[in-house]
């Protein structure tokens, strides 16, 4: 099983251009969470999404950000016309259900705007 | 509001010191408690949780409901054992979504 794998790592952006990250769960997993860490702060949540569904998405800004998890493939978190303010370490976590033992983390993406 | 404080950014100790990185958290009922590790150039891990009252690596963590409080405990600290802790507290509810501290960096200095 290899995890929760993210891509790309590290993705640099210019200003107003769009900014994909993509996340597949582990094996089995049919929930996927995605954070945000920000300089000198915190994972901040943003989404959590089942297959096809999303369940919560209080930490998602209302503007420029949407996340999907559709029936095939991978989890994709979207920011269109980014701005440096984006700039932050992306995560994504999964878990095969709303577990008492937490999520499994991927390594994150990265995302610089220049 | 729901929220967890992390005050100490960098913890800094002896090899073979006793280590306690302090975690409080703000919730009205009963949260559940997690402390999750990142060792240098890897990924977020859970270290461990408070309902199953285990010890990982040496650690412990006590929830006290008074003081409100999941601090992170280990007798004698190893110099494997340096890398940014987080405090995480799930909430009751439909949502599954985890509210993290700020993290403490712990360094164990030989």
């Known amino acids: 099983n290899a995890g929760v794998m993210q891509n790309p790592r590290h993705l640099v952006r210019r200003r107003g251009q769009e900014a994909r990250l993509r996340c597949s769960p582990m094996?089995?997993?049919?929930?996927v969470y995605w954070y945000r860490q920000l300089p000198e702060e915190g994972l901040k949540f943003m989404v959590y999404?089942?297959?096809?569904?999303?369940?919560?998405e209080s930490g998602m800004p209302k503007e420029r950000f949407s996340a999907e998890f559709p029936k095939e493939g991978p989890s994709i978190l979207r920011i269109q016309q980014v701005v440096r303010g984006d700039s932050a370490a992306y995560f994504c976590?999964?878990?095969?259900?709303?577990?008492?033992?937490?999520?499994?983390f991927g390594s994150g993406t990265r995302l610089t705007v220049v | 509001a729901q929220r967890v404080t992390q005050p100490e950014k960098l913890l800094s100790v002896f090899k073979g010191a006793p280590v306690e990185l302090k975690c409080n958290y703000s919730?009205?009922?009963?949260?559940?408690l997690f402390w999750y590790v990142q060792y240098s150039r890897q990924r977020l891990q859970l270290l461990l949780r408070?309902?199953s009252r285990e010890s990982i690596k040496g650690f412990t963590a006590d929830l006290n409901k008074g003081e409100t409080s999941f601090h992170l405990k280990k007798p004698f600290a190893q110099e494997e054992d340096s890398a940014m802790y987080y405090c995480?507290?799930?909430?009751?509810?439909?949502?599954?979504?985890?509210?993290f501290g700020t993290g403490t960096l712990l360094a164990v200095q030989p």
């Open positions: 976590a999964s878990s095969p259900e709303r577990t008492a033992y937490g999520y499994t």
């Open positions: 094996k089995g997993h049919s929930h």
């Open positions: 999404l089942q297959k096809e569904n999303i369940i919560d």
């Open positions: 919730y009205s009922g009963s949260p559940e």
């Open positions: 408070h309902i």
């Open positions: 995480a507290l799930r909430g009751s509810g439909a949502t599954n979504k985890l509210i």
